[in-house]
């Protein structure tokens, strides 16, 4: 009992058992359908790439886990949301090709300035993007909600004004790099896990993720013991827009054009999930990266498991909506106060009140 | 119940976690009086109100109301409100963006027969109240379109009109200038003339005679006694709020009379202010001199400090530091010059409560080094156990969070916090509220001990002993500015009658 009290008491206990959870439904569905039980997590190398399930779940899950990286820190420093980041990321596609391609060319093989400015210069969009968000919220103190509905709603359409009203095709091997492979790992996993990494080691080697939970927790707090707390949120909400910027050109190179009505179309909505998946409360303060990422794999291993099972991708929604509104659930105070109460009922009549 | 009475309240008693809040206390409000409810912080004046108006549910005591048989307990503020208790407090509970005849209608609007709002007879139903108040303003504009007193006035004649005996007005008077108070005290003649009982809340002594008739003060959650205004001249009051009865004042003062006037300054500000906080003022603290500013609640003590440290950024006069004009735009700055500040509201603006002790321990320090600069884990650990050593911090482990800990223990942790970034002065604003008497002395004994290594302190206290024990020097507040200082003939009666001020016949 005690032990699995403290077991449950971990920050990490929640993401990791919706990962399990998910984990086991595929292993029943595969022994329902006949499959081989483990099927989900074998790993063939087909092609000279590496082939599987897991894999799947990795690669697709790439753009989320970069999203959700800053979603994370916003959510932390300023107990609010960045909605914009599925728009900011559709921009940053946008302008990404545009350069590549050249302003009105709808479709083109040869680069018009070299891959790297391209692609740099839409993470910088996006990276703009995110200094905009942070100043409104930060400087303007405008409610975070509100602050990114702004780009939320026009990002995406300033992407379509850069690119003439036109879905630009990249049709070149090297700006398909991002989305293919990289030897025989596919590359969004790679650049997740690049981006994962930077962004730990920045934590753990700088005071950066003392001052964000700092100021998360107590803004007035921290300002008094001498930190800029606007300036930390405004940081966040940078490092968010950058991280828009990338999981954009992941996803423009995957489908080797920037369809702004398609790139990162409710990616936003699947960032605050994992946020929340992860462990880490909306309200603001302590995180998990690690959370962070385990709840955003654990959305797309929803959403491959659902396929897999055949439901269909209309559906799929339903069923994740379900699932939200559970972990909701268990984080609310009353269901908190619920088990807490039955607890205490269940040790008093153990005798636990002779104590 | 006696006659003209309109509201007893016998034996209350209500208990919070640890505290006795309110121990057996008795209120009488008789009708057409105006009737002061006086004491320092924690005395238990918002919690009694708060047992009257039934946010919070006392534990004991009765409560009876004028025109009402039998006890009365209320569960709401709307069951009092139905029982003829009114509340305004200090910041209007109306809502702004609409019309000041809807604010005084809203959840009782006079219905048509089709069930829809009747507009007009709301309108001239508002403008009667008003004019009956002596009000004639323009019922159909934006209530945010008049003053704060107009619109305190508006929320007390929404209350009136609600038949309310007993109108209760919590500092109503914080955000008002001398003119809106007038105005503010001219309507509450006139209620009392109607027969309204009100009680008043303040921290300005000044109102209190200005417009009341009784008095009742309350300290540490105990009734002190309940005197008419006659009875009981400024200096007593204060006396009575302190709990220091003039006759049996013992002098507590430290051997030796230090003079400074010889050592380097450390600080020295000129005509620093903050609007709406602190008027101008200057003050000069020398190097391992503790300086302590005494005042009531809200006279701005905290305030002088604030704007000392950049909490709220000073926009007049100058400040020296070590003798150079320094600038300072937010705390860091001054921390950067070698303050620090341990704020007197320790949830709020001290603990970060979801970290952990020793992270709250090496916090400013961090904030010092910069961004980049993290202190490697073990010698955030080292500087954690060697303060929890020192100050002998109570606390499961260095790595427990601090909301864990009690109230004393927290504010050794955020007095850690500024140890830890060794300061040159340091701002200890009621450092030993609401902690017990052993961590109490330990704290003064570790300021004359700072003062001592040639460190330089304000001390911020509303225990005047504290102060004696430990200042060389006390600069005088009253309603917002520095009144006065005393250097000399530190004693517990000088300082009350310099705190009363004005009238100290």
């Known amino acids: 009992m005690n032990n699995v009290k403290k077991l449950t008491s971990k920050r990490l206990f929640l993401p990791i058992f919706c990962m399990l959870l998910v984990m086991m439904v595929n292993i029943i569905a595969d022994i329902a359908a006949g499959n081989f039980a483990f099927s989900f997590f074998t790993i063939s190398i087909r092609n000279g790439v590496l082939y599987g399930r897991l894999i799947d779940v990795l690669n697709r899950g790439s753009e989320v886990a970069i999203l959700a990286i800053g979603m994370t820190l916003v959510v932390s420093a300023s107990a609010g949301t960045d909605i914009s980041v599925g728009s900011v990321m559709s921009l940053s596609a946008a302008f990404c090709c545009m350069l590549l391609a050249g302003y009105g060319v709808s479709s083109t093989s040869d680069l018009q300035v070299p891959l790297l400015v391209g692609v740099l210069a839409g993470i910088l969009m996006g990276g703009v993007c995110g200094c905009f968000n942070g100043f409104l919220v930060a400087g303007l103190n405008v409610q975070p909600m509100v602050a990114t509905l702004i780009l939320y709603s026009a990002a995406r359409a300033i992407g379509l004004l850069l690119c003439n009203n036109l879905i630009v095709y990249i049709r070149n091997e090297s700006f398909q790099f991002f989305g293919g492979y990289c030897g025989f790992i596919p590359t969004p996993i790679v650049i997740a896990a690049v981006c994962v990494a930077v962004t730990a080691v920045l934590l753990r080697k700088t005071a950066l993720g003392l001052y964000i939970q700092s100021v998360g927790i107590n803004k007035k707090a921290s300002r008094i013991a001498g930190l800029n707390s606007s300036k930390i949120i405004f940081l966040c909400y940078a490092v968010c827009g950058i991280c828009a910027g990338i999981a954009g050109i992941v996803a423009a190179s995957r489908i080797s054009s920037a369809d702004s009505n398609n790139i990162g179309m409710s990616y936003e909505m699947d960032a605050i999930l994992a946020v929340a998946l992860g462990g880490n409360s909306l309200g603001g303060g302590k995180f998990s990266l690690a959370g962070t990422i385990i709840g955003a794999y654990t959305i797309q291993a929803i959403t491959t498991t659902l396929l897999a099972v055949g439901v269909s991708t209309a559906q799929a929604p339903v069923f994740k909506a379900v699932i939200v509104l559970i972990i909701v659930a268990i984080q609310a105070p009353p269901f908190k106060a619920f088990v807490k109460q039955r607890s205490v009922k269940r040790t008093l009549a153990k005798g636990g009140a002779a104590r | ?505």
Request: negative net charge; proline residues 2%.
């Open chain 2, 1 to 505: 119940m006696e006659k003209n009475v309109v509201l007893t309240m016998r034996g209350i008693t209500m208990t919070f976690p640890g505290v006795k809040a309110l121990d057996n206390v008795d209120f009488t409000l008789r009708k057409g009086e105006i009737h002061a409810l006086m004491g320092e912080n924690g005395a238990g004046k918002s919690t009694l109100i708060k047992c009257l108006t039934g946010i919070n549910a006392f534990e004991a005591g009765e409560i009876h109301v004028d025109g009402i048989s039998g006890a009365v307990v209320n569960h709401s503020t709307l069951d009092a409100q139905k029982k003829g208790i009114s509340t305004v407090y200090q910041e209007v509970n109306l809502c702004p963006n609409l019309s000041v005849a809807e604010n005084l209608f809203i959840g009782r609007e006079p219905k048509t027969k089709l069930g829809t709002i009747d507009w007009k007879t709301m309108v001239k139903k508002s403008r009667k109240i008003m004019s009956d108040l002596d009000m004639n303003i323009d019922v159909t504009q934006n209530l945010e379109e008049y003053s704060l007193a107009l619109q305190q006035m508006i929320a007390i004649a929404r209350a009136v009109d609600m038949e309310c005996k007993v109108l209760i007005l919590d500092e109503p008077t914080s955000s008002l200038d001398d003119n809106e108070v007038e105005k503010l005290f001219g309507l509450m003649r006139r209620l009392k003339s109607q027969g309204v009982g009100i009680i008043f809340v303040t921290h300005f002594l000044e109102q209190v005679y200005a417009v009341c008739d009784r008095i009742t003060v309350l300290r540490n959650g105990q009734l002190v006694g309940e005197y008419p205004i006659e009875e009981l001249p400024r200096v007593k009051l204060v006396a009575a709020m302190m709990g220091k009865d003039f006759d049996d004042l013992a002098a507590i003062k430290s051997d030796e009379t230090k003079d400074f006037t010889h050592a380097d300054v450390m600080i020295e500000a000129k005509g620093l202010s903050h609007k709406g906080t602190i008027k101008p003022f200057d003050l000069t603290i020398h190097k391992g001199e503790v300086v302590g500013l005494t005042g009531l609640l809200g006279s701005g003590r905290s305030e002088l400090a604030r704007a000392i440290y950049g909490a709220d950024k000073a926009q007049t006069g100058t400040l020296k530091v070590n003798g150079k004009e320094e600038k300072i735009n937010a705390p860091i700055d001054a921390m950067n010059l070698g303050m620090g500040l341990l704020p007197d509201d320790r949830k709020a603006e001290g603990i970060i409560g979801d970290l952990s002790v020793r992270e709250n321990i090496i916090l400013a320090l961090q904030a010092k080094r910069g961004i980049f600069k993290l202190l490697p884990m073990s010698k955030q650990i080292e500087i954690a156990d060697k303060y929890i050593e020192i100050l002998q911090i109570k606390t499961a482990s260095r790595e427990t969070l601090i909301k864990q800990l009690s109230g004393g223990n927290q504010q050794k942790v955020i007095l850690a916090r500024w140890l830890a970034t060794d300061p040159d002065f340091l701002i200890l604003d009621e450092p030993t509220r609401g902690i017990d008497v052993g961590t109490k002395t330990e704290i003064q004994k570790l300021v004359v001990q700072l003062a001592g290594e040639g460190k330089s302190l304000i001390f911020i206290s509303s225990e005047i002993e504290e102060m004696l024990r430990t200042c060389s020097k006390m600069a005088v507040l009253r309603d917002g500015a520095k009144v006065g200082e005393i250097t000399e003939d530190l004693t517990q009666e000088n300082v009350m009658k310099a705190i009363a001020g004005g009238a100290s016949k």
